[in-house]
C-alpha cells in the first residue's frame, strides 16, 4: 500500500534531479495517477532533450523469417518448411533498398533478421558489405545483441572481433532488439534458444568499447512483473554509466496476435504503453532519447507519448514485416511529410537525424 507521500517524495526526487531508486519505480508502476506521471516526464524530457523530436528516413530490411530461436512471443519466426517462410537473397535486398530509395530523402537501412538455421556469418556480413558498397550513402544500422551473439556461435569467433568486421563492413549502430525483459527468468520461460541476459548487455559493451553506439529496448506485457521491468531498467541504467554508449531506448509492448501466447495473454492497454513509456524516461536519467515506435503504439497512441518523455518517433520504415505478423495495426510505412505533421500537432520541433543521431540537412 503506498500513500500519497511516497508520489511527493518521488516528485521531489525529479525536481531536484535525484535519481530515482529501485523502490521508487515498483511504487511508480503501481500508481495509476497518468497525468501526473505524464507531467513529470514531460518535465524530465524538456530538461534534458528540450522540444526536438527525432526521426529518421528510413527503410527496414528484414533478411529472413526462418529462425532457430522460435519464441513464445514471436509471430514472425518460421521454420524451413513453414508457410510464409522466406530467404532473401543480395539481389532481393538490393531491389528492396532500390524501391525505397525512389524516396530521395531515405538517409538510412534497419537491418534485422531471424537466427537462420544454414546461414554462416558470412552470409550475414556479405549483405552488409554489398548493401553498403551499392549504397554509400545510407547509413546502416543493424542486427541486435541476440543476433549478434549468434554470429558468435555459430563462427566461432569473439563478440569483438564479430564486431569489428561488422563495422569495418559498414555498419555504423546496433540495434536495440533482443533485451526482451533482462531476466533470465522471463527468457527461459519465452526463449531459452535465445541468448541470456548478461550476454546481451555484454554485446552492448562491449560494441560501446570499440565505439559502436547501440540502442536498447524493452518488450513488455507478457509474463514478466513489474520488478522485472524495474530491474531491467536498472540494468540499463547501470551499462549507460559505465561505458554510455546507449542511444535511445525503446518501449516495445508485446503483441500476441498469431504468437504462442496469443489465447493466455491481452494486448496492453493505452494506459499501461502510456505509463511505461513515462516511467523509462523518469528511471533512465542518463538516456538522452526515448523512443516512441509508432509501428507497435499505433501513430495516435505514439503522438500522444510524445507528452509523456519521449522524444523519438523513429522514421519512415517504408516495410515493415516483424510487429505487422504479430498484428500490429498501424502502417507499413509512413511518409516524411506525415511523420513530419505528427510531431508538428503535437507542438515539438522535427529534427531528420541518422542512425547515430546526427542532424541531416540541419
Not at 522485472?228 to 525503446?250: N, P, S, W
Not at 523512443?291 to 519512415?316: E, H
Request: net charge neutral.
Amino acid at each position: 500500500m503506498f500513500v500519497r507521500g511516497d508520489f511527493e517524495k518521488i516528485e521531489r526526487k525529479i525536481f531536484c534531479g535525484e535519481r530515482l531508486t529501485r523502490e521508487d519505480g515498483e511504487i511508480l508502476f503501481n500508481c495509476n495517477e497518468l497525468s501526473w506521471l505524464g507531467a513529470l516526464a514531460d518535465y524530465v524530457r524538456k530538461k534534458i532533450c528540450g522540444d526536438e523530436v527525432f526521426y529518421n528516413v528510413n527503410c527496414h530490411v528484414n533478411l529472413t523469417n526462418i529462425c532457430v530461436s522460435r519464441c513464445k512471443f514471436c509471430a514472425f519466426g518460421r521454420n524451413f518448411d513453414d508457410r510464409g517462410a522466406y530467404a532473401m537473397t543480395i539481389d532481393d535486398a538490393i531491389k528492396l533498398v532500390e524501391e525505397a530509395g525512389r524516396d530521395p530523402n531515405l538517409s538510412g537501412l534497419h537491418i534485422v533478421s531471424g537466427l537462420h538455421p544454414t546461414w554462416t556469418f558470412e552470409n550475414y556480413l556479405a549483405f552488409v558489405e554489398v548493401l553498403h558498397e551499392k549504397f554509400p550513402a545510407l547509413h546502416l544500422k543493424g542486427f541486435t545483441g541476440v543476433e549478434i551473439q549468434h554470429f558468435a556461435k555459430i563462427s566461432g569467433l569473439s563478440v569483438e572481433k564479430i564486431l569489428i568486421r561488422l563495422k569495418n563492413a559498414g555498419l555504423e549502430a546496433i540495434a536495440g532488439g533482443g533485451a526482451e525483459i533482462l531476466s533470465d527468468r522471463v527468457r527461459n520461460l519465452l526463449c531459452p534458444k535465445k541468448c541470456s541476459a548478461d550476454e546481451w548487455l555484454e554485446v552492448a559493451r562491449t560494441a560501446h568499447k570499440l565505439g559502436i553506439k547501440t540502442n536498447a529496448s524493452m518488450l513488455y506485457g507478457h509474463v514478466e512483473n513489474f520488478s522485472e521491468r524495474v530491474d531491467h531498467l536498472l540494468k540499463l541504467r547501470e551499462l549507460q554509466d559505465e561505458t554510455g554508449g546507449f542511444q535511445t531506448f525503446i518501449c516495445f509492448p508485446f503483441l500476441p496476435k498469431n504468437t504462442a501466447l496469443e489465447k493466455k495473454i491481452r494486448q496492453t492497454s493505452m494506459w499501461d504503453d502510456l505509463k511505461t513509456m513515462a516511467i523509462s524516461r523518469l528511471m533512465l536519467d542518463n538516456f538522452k532519447n526515448i523512443k516512441a515506435y509508432w509501428v507497435m503504439l499505433t501513430v495516435p497512441v505514439a503522438q500522444v507519448a510524445l507528452s509523456f518523455g519521449a522524444n523519438d518517433i523513429d522514421g519512415t520504415i517504408h516495410r515493415e514485416n516483424i510487429l505487422h505478423d504479430a498484428g500490429a495495426t498501424s502502417p507499413r510505412s509512413l511518409a516524411e511529410d506525415e511523420i513530419i505533421k505528427i510531431i508538428r500537432e503535437a507542438g515539438r520541433i522535427p529534427a531528420a537525424v541518422d542512425c547515430n543521431f546526427r542532424r541531416i540537412n540541419a
